[in-house]
C-alpha cells in the first residue's frame, strides 16, 4: 500500500512559479512510477506529466511542456512538479498518482492506470 500527500499548492500570479511536493509513504515506493494530474473546476481530470522509477524518462502534456518539471528524490520517497510561467488556465487542484508496477518504462496518461492517489492540493493562477 502506498499512501501519497501533495503539498505546495496556493495563488501566485500570472508568470510566477510555484513547487509541488508528493510524500509517498509504504513499501517499493522507489520502484513506481509515478504521475501528476489536475483537475479545474467543471472539467475533467486531465494528465500533466509522468516519471519512472529512476527519474530518467519523463512525459508531459503538451499544455505544460517547456513550463513543467517533474523529478523526484526516492531517498525522500518525495516527487516534486516544478512549474513556471504559470497561466491562470494552470488553476486546478493538483494530484500525484502512483502505479503499481516494475515495468520501467510504463508511463500512461491515462488515470485508469493509475493505483494509488493523493488528496490534492489546489493551484491558483490569477491574471
Known amino acids: 500500500q502506498v499512501q501519497l500527500v501533495e503539498s505546495g499548492g496556493g495563488p501566485v500570479q500570472t508568470g510566477g512559479s510555484l513547487r509541488l511536493s508528493c510524500a509517498a509513504s509504504?513499501?517499493?515506493?522507489?520502484?513506481?512510477?509515478m504521475g501528476w494530474f489536475r483537475q479545474a473546476p467543471g472539467k475533467e481530470r486531465e494528465f500533466v506529466s509522468a516519471i519512472n522509477w529512476s527519474g530518467v524518462r519523463t512525459v508531459y502534456a503538451d499544455s505544460v511542456k517547456g513550463r513543467f518539471t517533474i523529478s523526484r528524490d526516492s531517498a525522500k520517497n518525495t516527487v516534486y512538479l516544478q512549474m513556471n510561467s504559470l497561466k491562470p488556465e494552470d488553476t486546478a487542484v493538483y494530484y500525484c498518482?502512483?502505479?503499481?508496477?516494475?515495468?520501467?518504462?510504463?508511463?500512461?496518461?491515462?488515470?485508469?492506470?493509475?493505483?494509488?492517489w493523493g488528496q490534492g492540493t489546489q493551484v491558483t493562477v490569477s491574471s
Open positions: 509504504g513499501r517499493t515506493f522507489s520502484s513506481y512510477p
Open positions: 498518482a502512483a502505479i503499481e508496477t516494475l515495468n520501467a518504462s510504463y508511463l500512461p496518461r491515462s488515470e485508469s492506470a493509475y493505483d494509488y
